[in-house]
Structure formats: C-alpha cells, structure tokens
C-alpha cells in the first residue's frame, strides 16, 4: 500500500522499520534524544527535538537511550565511534548537523571508514551511514549551506547517497544501513517537505543505478539532487518552445549510473549538466567529463554546466536565491547547447 508522504517523515520511517528489523542499528548525534538527563527533570522533552530537522523524532521512546544515544558537540569523537562500533559488528547511522561540517571527521572517515576493508585484504568491513545535511536556500549562511557531495565522492571506499524524492529516500536509505561498507547518505534541507508516494512496506533501491525521470529526444539534462526539481521545471518550459529535454537523477553519486547517461547522450546528442556545488571538480564537471571521454562522437554540441558560482553561500536572501541555479538558467544552456551544435 502506498500513500503521500514528505522526505522527511520518509526518512523517519525507513529508521524506525529498520531499528525495529535488527537489534545491530543504532544511532549517534546531537540532539537526537533530547540531551542527556533532560528526561529525568522534564520526561516530556526527551524526544523533543528528533534532531535539527526532527527527522529522528519518535525513536527515543521506541528504541531506548542505549540505541538512541544523544551526543556532544564533537563530530570527531561519534564518527570515530561509529567506526569502532561497525567494526565490532554492529550497524551504526551517526547524524552530522550539516555536511559543512565534514571537516571535524574527516581523517575518520577518509583515511579509517573507508580504507579499512582495502587495508585489511577485504577480511572486515564497515557498515556505517553517516545522514548529513546540504543545499542553499534556507538562509541559514556560508557555513551552513554547501553542497559539498564532490568531497565524499572523491574518496574511494565510500559510497555517496543524494535522493530527490521520499520514494527514493526511503528506499535508498534501507539500502544504505543494510550495506557492508561506510554509506554518506546527504539529505537536502529545501526537499525535507517535498512528497511523493511511499510503500508502508519496506523496501530497497540499489546503489549505482539512476532514473530517468522524463523522456526526451531533443537534449539530456542530468540533475543533481535538488536540481533534478529544477531541471523538471526547465523541461517544462523548453517542451512549450518544441524542446524535448530528457531528465535523468543519478541518486547515487558513488557508485554513478554512468551507462543510463550514456545511453541517453547516444539518443539526444546533446548534455547539460545542473548541480548547485561549485564548479571546480565537481559532479557537473566530473559527469561531463566521462561524457566527453566516453561518448564525444555522439555530441552534436557543447557539453552545458549550470552550477552555483565559485564562491561561499551568500547570507543575503537575494544573493543566495542569485546563487542557486534556476529553471531559467538550465533552459538557457539548453539553447545554446541545442543552437551551438546547429550552427556547427
């Protein structure tokens, strides 16, 4: 059976089935069981918050504080012991605030999570999903609004998880905590609302495979996350002018469906490639790499790149809504791609 739900509670579901599922799972973060103590003066508060965008609310009171364990401020200590934990055998999904914050573990995570299973001739693994938070939008600054996927992706060992949708996020994330090997799996904070329809069963969706949203003839548009929305809603406007734009979400960054983007450049001839990280070494310029590498003889014009520009988030609203790349910039590369390879 299936009913509308949001990315958010999608993603609460997938948590509850799977605590629920295996006695392994348990969770680290800040503020995800109400702070330790807090239930003792005030029982009602314990499950307050659920995290900084209450996706983990209710599991407190499911689950227990030995499985829910509220953190300190220090994303070194928890990352590092979800490391500990996945190794000794058991399934822990830490929580990181915003993936801004990658930085304070980051040698856990680039140089114990992922290299572990390689260093030890394939003998352990490490099965740890580390839930964290991207994307401008929410006026919330330059150190609370990156994108910064193209970090994670670059390290061999992790894998790297971005859903558009609920039905992706829940299925993607069982997927996720039931993979032998350390999952980044990144949340967009603009599409915690946005839904879709969502099995009440359990469910999962391999890694490495991506979706072709909507069919086209004219032109390939691959977005990323938040800007597969965005480059729906240029497709939109494009057929109005007899511009058929095909659509593709990658959902997963590591392992990437490079074959269905392939396969679609091969029938349009045409690429353009939307992601709200900044430009250099990016996914955008990574996709349009491997595209240029694997398939330049289908091309009929330039590869297009809408991206944010290269520079920190603005806190200014007009300059943040400036910043993100929008429908009208997605189909402006689409012309000029489509009447570049014309004029060619």
């Not at 980051?106 to 352990?124: E, H, I, S, V």
């Amino acid at each position: 059976m299936t009913r509308q739900l949001n990315i958010k509670d999608a993603i609460n579901e997938a948590l509850h089935q799977e605590m629920a599922a295996d006695e392994r799972v348990i969770i680290f973060g800040e503020d995800i069981a109400g702070g330790a103590g807090r239930d003792e003066e005030h029982p009602e508060a314990a499950d307050a918050w659920g995290g900084p965008f209450g996706v983990t609310k209710g599991l407190l009171p499911k689950f227990g504080r030995e499985r829910v364990i509220d953190t300190a401020i220090a994303e070194t200590g928890f990352i590092g012991a979800s490391v500990g934990a996945a190794y000794a055998g058991l399934r822990p999904i830490s929580e990181i605030m915003y993936i801004d914050f990658i930085g304070t573990s980051f040698d856990q995570l680039l140089n114990q999570a992922a290299k572990m299973r390689y260093l030890y001739g394939g003998k352990c693994s490490i099965p740890m999903v580390v839930r964290t938070v991207a994307g401008a939008g929410f006026r919330a600054g330059a150190e609370h609004s990156q994108a910064l996927y193209s970090l994670y992706t670059h390290v061999p060992g992790l894998k790297v998880v971005a859903p558009s949708t609920a039905y992706d996020a829940k299925g993607l994330l069982i997927e996720a905590i039931r993979d032998p090997d350390p999952v980044i799996f990144i949340e967009h904070k603009r599409l915690y609302m946005v839904e879709s329809e969502v099995p009440e069963e359990s469910y999962t969706i391999p890694f490495g495979v991506a979706q072709v949203v909507r069919e086209g003839n004219d032109v390939t548009v691959v977005g990323i996350q938040k800007m597969v929305h965005t480059a729906l809603e240029a497709a939109d406007g494009l057929a109005q002018e007899g511009v058929s734009a095909e659509v593709i979400d990658p959902r997963t960054m590591s392992p990437l469906d490079l074959e269905t983007i392939l396969a679609s450049v091969r029938k349009t001839g045409h690429l353009v490639v939307v992601d709200e990280s900044n430009p250099r070494c990016s996914l955008a310029t990574d996709i349009a790499g491997l595209v240029a590498s694997e398939a330049f003889e289908a091309l009929r014009g330039p590869v297009g790149l809408v991206t944010a520009p290269h520079m920190p988030v603005p806190f200014s609203p007009p300059l943040e809504d400036a910043y993100i790349p929008s429908p009208e910039q997605v189909a402006a590369e689409v012309r000029r791609s489509l009447g570049a390879g014309s004029s060619a």
